[in-house]
Each structure stands twice: as C-alpha cells, then as structure tokens.
Nanobody
Framework: QVQLVESGGGLVQPGGSLRLSCAAS????????IGWFRQAPGKEREGVSCISSSDGSTYYADSVKGRFTISRDNAKNTVYLQMNSLKPEDTAVYYCAADLSRTFRLCVLLRAFFGSWGQGTQVTVSS
C-alpha cells in the first residue's frame, strides 16, 4: 500500500528553521519524482519544491529559493524539506506528493503532476 507520511511541522518564530520529513512506504522513493506543496487558509495549494528521480535535479518556487532545500535519503526512503529564514507568509499546511506514473523522470512543480499525497503537516510562523 502506497503511503506518504509528513512530519516535522510546528510553531516557529520568524527567522527560525524547521525540517519537514516525508516518509514513503509501499514504493521505492528514489525511483519517482517527489514534491512538496503548501496550502494556506483561503488559498490554492501551491508548489514549493520538487526533486527529480532521473537525475536528482531540484526545483523551487521563487518565494522559497535560497531559503528552502529539498533532499532525499534513499536508505530511509524519506524526502526532507529544510526550511530556513522562515517568514509569516510561509504559514500553511505542507504536503508531500509522489508521481508514481513513471520512474526516473524530471519533476514538474505542478499539482496535477502528482497523483499520491500525504495528509499534511501544519507549519505556523509567528512571534
């Protein structure tokens, strides 16, 4: 059974850091493109970052470039999102997602690209 489980969210002050984890089960994570998305109250779900399974290339939304880093630990079948210099506007529920339609392909930071989703983890940036 395919499952994605996010963890690591919480409350952090502006300028602080968090590391989100996305633990995969039921499939080998490094064969497939993985993405991180977020959804703030009253807003559309938006792409944050993704990592390709073909060559490990990574992509970031302009709003998080230079602050967030996506990485993958194949031994743990887990993808991480390191978030630094957090801002109040980063407050959202963060979701990880997998494209299980094909192996070894470049990721595309679009919601429609990904068919499997986790349940989300809340990140709140506030003083």
């Amino acid at each position: 059974q395919v499952q994605l489980v996010e963890s690591g969210g919480g409350l952090v002050q502006p300028g602080g850091s968090l590391r989100l984890s996305c633990a995969a089960s039921g499939f080998t994570l490094d064969y497939y493109a993985i993405g991180w998305f977020r959804q703030a109250p009253g807003k559309e779900r938006e792409g944050v970052s993704c990592i390709s399974s073909s060559d490990g290339s990574t992509y970031y939304a302009d709003s998080v470039k230079g602050r967030f880093t996506i990485s993958r630990d194949n031994a743990k079948n887990t993808v991480y999102l390191q978030m630094n210099s957090l801002k109040p506007e980063d407050t959202a529920v963060y979701y990880c997602a997998a494209d299980l339609s094909r192996t070894f392909r470049l990721c595309v930071l679009l919601r429609a690209f990904f068919g499997s989703w986790g349940q989300g983890t809340q990140v709140t940036v506030s003083s």
